[in-house]
């Protein structure tokens, strides 16, 4: 039935081939462009640009838009393997084009440079307030539209193409078992591909070789006060005692993290990263995808897991459907790995109503179909009112600016020119000080000595999100605040730096370096929403627990699906220490329940 599916995707793919080349020159709009019906305009003409990671470095996407339709996809990826990634980058542009999305099937034996020019196209659009997952593939069918029915048998099925997901299906076809991966969006990642920090983990070796002294203990009373301790301490002991385990496996499938850093709320440097100081998710997800690809994991892409099916009680499957095709995925065990549901406005307002227009730093597809799915099934929720918001946030594009910025010193200002608070306070006392200046917005303001020690800032400029000026009083003009009050605070905060007191708000971190090499910049921020803490309850197999306190069996769960790992705040380096070991706890699970 595998060979059936493999079968159909080269035909749905040979077949959008096609209608690629037969309407290229058309003018006409494509088939799901329904603004032009009312009148309405779908996009912001204008030509925006996004870069994600390919195999050999950035792979860049520009993107013309004009009222109503994708205009033009162009791509660059100058060191994509020739042979192997070229082939994505002749052939997706154009299909995207054709599909008016980005909901198209990678290239086979192409999946990274596919995924990283997926990924840059989806941010260009991002860029532009296009709301991506509901651009819904144009038909390129002559046939009725009618779906076809498939049914597919397997032995165990991950729901997620994100990082727990793909953890627990390396370990999972490591073993020897058939698995198959559905995911959703056109590109495998969520919102670990977006992650920049990097992985808590205590007791090392990278900590031992560099004479680090840390404890699981420490990890977990860090854990649990960073969660305002309304965490589950038996999840949390997992993940401390687990943490140095999974850097060792990380390893052992070619993704070591060597450097290590101090990260906030934690008590000791344990945060490890990828060698060089790159972003930690685009390092990880390139490195699951190679992993899944050598062990030749089916990651059905485009494929939403609608429902679980069950049997007496027991999860037995999954419904999941494609553009084309509707499947019955038979397994004896699923795990779920859907994310969170931080890109899902309606329902984070309805646990948390006054994140009602907050915008999302999530990956479109986190919008909580998982723990919906496992709750139709009895699933118990829990935590699900705490989510957690970063205070800044550029409000256009959703580009998170790093608490690094702040840490290195950058100051925040109103519109009036002024500081109002410690820059470094928790995440969410400073996003309700924002919230309470004039327009809930602010400035971050910092100079060239900020931007030449901190790489995070380029990808701020070249996102187009900064604002420049030679003295402050030039860039006060331009984010039109009045030149003398910036300048005067800029004279106070300077002071402060140089003496090491800030009388004013009696900031303590981050006052290393003062503000006066120019050219100085600016970024408008608000909060938005960056973490969803709740979701379905497991233990610590994670086994998913019903709503009398019973493990649902065949139905195991990892990552921001989950619930009570990080109780009421997520401290930095979590998400990924998170991923990497209940993703594996869900598959030694899920292994064991079907008796491998
Ligand atoms: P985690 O960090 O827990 O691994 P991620 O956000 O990185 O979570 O990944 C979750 C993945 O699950 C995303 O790629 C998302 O698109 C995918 N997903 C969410 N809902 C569904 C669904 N209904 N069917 C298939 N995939 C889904």
Not at 15 to 43: V, Y
Not at 124 to 137: C, F, K, N
Not at 257 to 276: C, Q
Request: hydrophobic fraction near 40%; include cysteine.
């Amino acid at each position: 039935m595998k060979k059936l599916t493999a079968l159909l995707m080269v035909f749905i793919f040979t077949f959008m081939l096609i209608g690629c080349s037969g309407n290229r020159n058309s003018t006409e709009p494509a088939d799901n462009q329904t603004a032009g019906n009312t009148g309405d305009t779908k996009f912001k003409a204008g030509t925006y640009e996004g870069t994600a990671k390919g195999l050999g470095g950035d792979v860049v996407a520009t993107v013309v838009l004009s009222d109503n339709k994708i205009e033009e996809i162009t791509v660059k990826g100058d060191n994509e393997t020739e042979g192997i990634g070229t082939p994505a980058l002749e052939i997706l542009p154009g299909l995207m084009v054709e599909k008016q999305s980005v909901k198209v099937d990678a290239i086979s034996g192409a999946t990274v440079t596919s995924n990283a020019i997926i990924e840059a196209v989806t941010k260009a659009l991002e860029s532009a307030g296009v709301d991506v997952a509901s651009l819904t593939p144009a038909e390129t069918e002559t046939g009725s539209g009618e779906k076809t029915e498939e049914t597919i048998d397997t032995d165990v099925v991950v729901v997620g193409a994100g990082g727990a997901g793909m953890t627990a299906a390396i370990e999972l076809k490591s073993a020897g078992v058939n698995v198959i991966i559905v995911e959703k969006m056109p590109m495998v990642g969520g919102n670990t591909v977006r992650s920049s920090g990097g992985m808590n983990a205590a007791e090392t070796k990278v900590q031992k070789s560099l004479e680090v002294e840390d404890s699981v203990e420490t990890f977990i009373e860090d854990t649990m006060a960073g969660g305002h301790n309304l965490n589950n301490r038996e999840l949390v002991t997992v993940l401390a005692e687990n943490s140095s385990d999974a850097v060792d496996w990380l390893e052992s499938i070619g993704a070591p993290l060597p450097e290590l850093s101090f990260s906030g709320g934690a008590t000791n440097k344990r945060i490890h990263r990828p060698a060089g100081g790159g972003d930690v998710g685009t390092y990880l997800v390139e490195h699951f995808t190679a992993n899944l690809e050598k062990l030749g994991v089916e990651v059905m892409l485009n494929t939403e897991a609608t429902e679980l099916i069950t049997n007496e009680g027991a999860v037995t499957g999954i419904k999941a459907e494609s553009a084309n095709v509707n499947y019955t995925i038979n397994a004896k065990a699923v795990v779920l790995a859907t994310g969170g549901f931080g890109a899902n406005e309606e329902m984070y307002t309805e646990y948390k109503p006054e994140l009602k227009g907050y915008v999302t730093t999530n990956a479109p597809g986190a919008t909580g179909d998982g723990i919906r799915m496992a709750e139709a099934v009895g699933a118990k929720l829990v935590d699900m009112e705490q989510i957690q918001i970063h205070p800044t946030v550029e409000q256009t594009t959703s580009i998170l600016v790093t608490e690094s910025v702040r840490g290195g010193g950058a100051i925040l200002v109103n519109q009036s020119g002024k500081r109002f608070t410690d820059e470094l306070l928790t995440r969410d006392i400073v996003s309700a000080a924002i919230n309470k200046q004039e327009g809930s917005y602010a400035y971050i303001i910092f100079d060239q000595y900020l931007r030449d020690n901190l790489a995070a800032v380029e990808k701020y400029v070249e996102g187009g999100i900064t604002v420049q000026g030679n003295t402050i009083e030039e860039l006060a003009a331009r984010i039109d605040v009045e030149p003398a009050v910036l300048s005067e605070t800029l004279k106070v905060w300077n002071t402060a730096v140089a003496e090491k007191k800030d009388g004013e708000f009696g900031r303590e971190t981050g006052m290393e370096n003062d503000i006066t090499k120019g050219p100085f910049y600016a970024i408008k921020i608000a909060p938005g929403v960056h973490h969803t803490m709740g979701g379905v309850e497991i233990n610590t197999d994670a086994e998913v627990i019903n709503t009398d306190g019973e493990a649902i069996q065949g139905l195991f769960a990892a990552g921001e699906v989950t619930g009570g790992i990080h109780g009421g705040n997520r401290i930095g380096g979590n998400a990924v220490a998170d991923i990497v070991v209940f993703g594996r706890v869900a598959a030694a699970s899920a292994l064991k329940y079907i008796g491998q």
